[in-house]
């Protein structure tokens, strides 16, 4: 699909100025390096690689701030065990016609294989299932690494297949610290040069990010005919592809920015030697101008979002005149949060076997038994090593996390990494100042253990964990209980006096609080409860009334 055939489909915003960044035939595709055929102005990387043919001018109607987003409409698999993502051979499938290299193209031939098989549905869009090929380096002796680098690859394998595609292979190199140059050392960028004839490797994915100058360097000694992408930019291009809403689509496209400014540095320098030097300086330019014209397009972003946040910053206000305390779902992604919200109110949310399902928070109202309530939200799951500037652009909605009486840990306690998994999420939670707020663990998924009663008696013996099968629906109402419980402590204790004709406030503190006693006396309804800070001041004449 060419750019004009994209903005014939989606209408142009105005640009002040047009970014030549992605001109160059190769440089510039390895930040977001995947290709899609329907809404590919959603993807600043799929973009790039429609457009790695023939030099154009890329202008920002293909950024990804602008229009809406396609919804899911089926999955094309279902999830892949990551051994076998991690340990998977070549196939030998072909690749799209404008994009093929001929080395790719002829084996495709070779093998008679129709390069329309190779398009997947994805989150609703077509995807091109490119192979793919990771690459990790374990530090000698670091002890500081919560996973170890065969446990990082496959949770790489899995954001690859997430995000679309085919993992061939995947090699490490152990090293005291990362090759300025080119993150691997020399003999490795050899090894895996001679992989990607032998297995018809499309993509290399680096596990963790990469500078400017070891992504040019590695696309460089590769060959040119392969890109090169690190972590970051694959969970980014999930997030991309995931997007479903307005603000959503506004804080992926922000964080996609700020990941590719410092990455367009020298991008020019191929149109200086071509030139044989007589060019000099003008890649230099015109990168300078590319920075401009990207960090003009940021400040438009960031302004949109302001104004998106400012709305949903008065509808929360609005949800929070109604005095029910706000629990919040965090953990791993993956771990379960979707599936228990959706058991507990009925909601609908997207819960799937693959990473980052959800991006967006959704509120749900949980009645318990005893006509008690509260507001569950479920938001984002973390991963390890996840983007600084992916955190930063969701701080607003994680800004949700920091307003509610309590967080609820969500364990995947089948997972062999639990354990590291926890501590990557306190790590998050710690940057994102939470500490204060009170938490309840969760260890889901209880059914998928091979020794449940174990798991119980171990639950049991730390005091405040909680064992559930979100998906059978186990241990529900043990759960709301310790909800009850911890919401008890950030409660303040009341005792007050509440007239008969105020029957709406005894309603509420059934409904809000937890009530202890209730006594009908001459002049009203004697309460004794714990109730939320904020509704304690409602009470605040009746309790004077009850002392005197
Ligand atoms: N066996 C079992 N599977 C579960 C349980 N809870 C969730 N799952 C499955 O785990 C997968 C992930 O569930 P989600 O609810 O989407 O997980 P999440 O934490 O919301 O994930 P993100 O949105 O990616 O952060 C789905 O396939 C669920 O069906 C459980 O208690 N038992
Ligand atoms: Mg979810």
Redesign the pocket.
Known sequence: MTSASLVSFFPRPSIPEQCSSCTSSNQNRALFPFASRKDSRNSIRTLCSTFQQEPVVVSSDILPFHGSFVKPIQEVEGTKDADELIHGVSTTEPEPKSQLSSRVKKKAQEDGDSLESRFKLRNGREIFEEQAYLVGLERKGDVGQLFSIDESLKELAQLADTAGLKVVGSTYQKLASPNPRTYIGSGKVAEIKSEIHALCIETVIFDDELSAGQLRNLEKSFGGDVRVCDRTALILDIFNQRAATHEASLQVALAQMEYQLPRLTKMWTHLERQAGGQVKGMGEKQIEVDKRILRTQIGVLRKELESVRMHRKQYRSRRFSVPVPVVSLV??????????LNQLTGAEV?????????LDPTTRRVQMKNGNEFLLT?T??FIQKLPTMLVAAFRATLEEISESSLLVH?V?I?HPLAEQQIEAVDKVLSELDVSSIPKLMVW?????VSDPQHIRLEAEKRGDVVC?????GDGLDEFCNAVQGKLKDSMVWVEALIPFDRGELLSTVHQVGVVEKTEYTENGTLVQAYVPLRFSRLLTPMRQLCIS
């Open positions: 953990g791993y992604t993956n771990a379960g949060k979707s599936t228990l997207l819960a799937e076997d693959r990473l980052f399902a959800t479920d984002v799951g969500v995947d089948s889901n998924k209880v059914d998928k559930v099968s979100a998906l059978s």
